[in-house]
């Protein structure tokens, strides 16, 4: 089984466990007074939102191979309610998906990447964790 082979909402949330049990990634203060885009009306109120968060970028990072900060803001917005005009898409806020991603870059499992393509890609060290996931998950 790899990474792809699983469920996506499965797999998220199994990755999330393991990275709350890793230590890798810490909970910021101003994390549950901010909404995640502003297409959103309130602030998220989800008790493990921050690793269900860290987990879902650590994926979308393994399957692009290379993916920046706009991409991921483009991943994560939605359309917002306009009251009697139409909806519109925006992208979502870039602080949390930044402040995820310097957190990863600092624990080891992900790494900038300058070249053809701009944005972060998994270390060797990013790989082995999130297929590690996929193995505990199997046993």
């Known amino acids: ?15 999330a466990e393991a990275l709350k049990k890793s230590g ?5 203060d101003w994390v ?12 998220n109120i989800e008790e493990d939102f921050w690793f269900k ?10 399957v692009r191979e290379i993916v920046g ?16 005009k139409p909806s519109k898409f925006f992208k979502g806020g870039g ?3 930044r402040t995820i991603m310097q957190q990863a870059e600092k624990a080891g499992l ?5 070249g053809k393509k701009f944005g972060r890609k998994l270390t060797q060290k990013g790989k ?11 046993e």
């Open 128 to 138: 082995e964790f999130l297929e590690g996931v996929v193995k505990e998950a199997k």
């Open 110 to 114: 992900v790494e900038k990447v300058k």
């Open 69 to 84: 900060i706009e991409r991921l803001r483009t991943r994560y917005g939605g359309k917002k309610d306009r009251g009697a």
């Open 53 to 62: 968060r860290a987990a879902s970028i650590l994926k979308q990072v393994y």
């Open 32 to 43: 549950n007074y901010v909404k995640t885009g502003v297409s959103k009306a309130r602030p």
């Open 1 to 15: 089984m790899t990474v792809k082979s699983i469920e996506a909402g499965k797999y998220n949330k199994l990755l």
């Open 95 to 97: 602080k949390i998906i």
């Open 24 to 28: 890798f990634f810490e909970k910021p």
